[in-house]
C-alpha cells in the first residue's frame, strides 16, 4: 500500500507570526515532503518493503555505514521524520506541562538547560540532520543529533521531538542563522502537549 502525504495538522500561515512563513511550510511540506513520499513509493513498489509500515521499513533498510543508506531509506525515514515534525509545532500555549517539565529537569537540571543542549545539538550538526530529544532504551532522556535522515529508530529509540536543520526548513525564514532558528524552534513553535504525549 502506498504511503500519502498527510495534511498538515493546522493551516499554511498558523505559524507565520510565531517564526515559520506560509511559504516555508509551503515549499518544506508541499514539496520536500510530497517528493520523499512520491519517491519512496516509486522505489519500494514490488520489492520486499511493500506493503510494510513505515517503522518496519525505517528500521529495516537503515545501515549504520552513512554513505550505504539505499533510497529507500533516505525517502522512507525522511517520510516518517517530518510526519513528527509537523506534530510536535503548532499555534497556541507554549507552557510545557508539568509532567514533561519534571522529566526535562530531572534528565538536564532545568529546562533552560535542556533548551541550550538542544539548541547546541542542532546547531552543531555539521550539513543536513536533526536534532532530537529521544527516551532511550533503558528509560532515561537524551539529546541527539543524527545526519541526513537518520532518526531515532534507528537505535531502537522513542523519539519524543525532533527538529530538522536540513537548511530547507530554515532558509526562507532565517537564512544562515542556524541557531535563531533553533531557539525560535524551542520558544516559540513546540506543541509540547504533543510531546508529553510522547512521554
Request: charged fraction near 25%; aromatic fraction near 12%.
Amino acid at each position: 500500500m502506498a504511503f500519502t502525504l498527510p495534511d498538515l495538522p493546522y493551516s499554511h500561515d498558523a505559524l507565520a507570526d510565531l517564526g515559520m512563513s506560509k511559504e516555508t511550510l509551503e515549499f518544506h511540506h508541499d514539496i520536500h515532503h510530497k517528493a520523499y513520499v512520491d519517491n519512496g513509493n516509486k522505489l519500494i513498489a514490488g520489492t520486499e518493503w511493500d506493503g510494510k509500515s513505515l517503522d518496519d521499513i525505517v528500521k529495516g533498510t537503515y545501515k549504520a555505514d552513512a554513505v550505504a543508506q539505499s533510497g529507500i531509506f533516505n525517502n522512507a525515514s525522511q517520510h516518517w521524520n517530518h510526519n513528527l515534525f509537523w506534530e510536535v509545532m503548532g499555534p497556541g500555549e507554549k507552557k510545557i506541562p508539568g509532567a514533561l517539565e519534571k522529566a526535562l529537569t530531572e534528565a538536564f537540571g532545568s529546562v533552560s538547560k535542556f533548551k541550550e543542549d538542544f539548541a547546541a545539538a542542532g546547531a552543531g550538526q555539521f550539513g543536513s540532520g536533526w536534532a532530537w530529544l529521544v527516551k532511550d532504551k533503558d528509560g532515561s532522556l537524551k539529546i541527539t543529533k543524527t545526519e541526513n535522515g537518520v532518526n531515532p529508530l534507528c537505535f531502537g529509540q522513542t523519539a519524543l521531538l525532533g527538529c530538522d536543520v536540513w537548511e530547507h526548513s530554515y532558509y526562507i525564514d532565517f537564512r544562515n542563522k542556524r541557531p535563531a532558528y533553533l531557539t525560535n524552534f524551542l520558544d516559540k513553535l513546540v506543541n509540547w502537549e504533543a510531546v508529553t504525549a510522547r512521554l
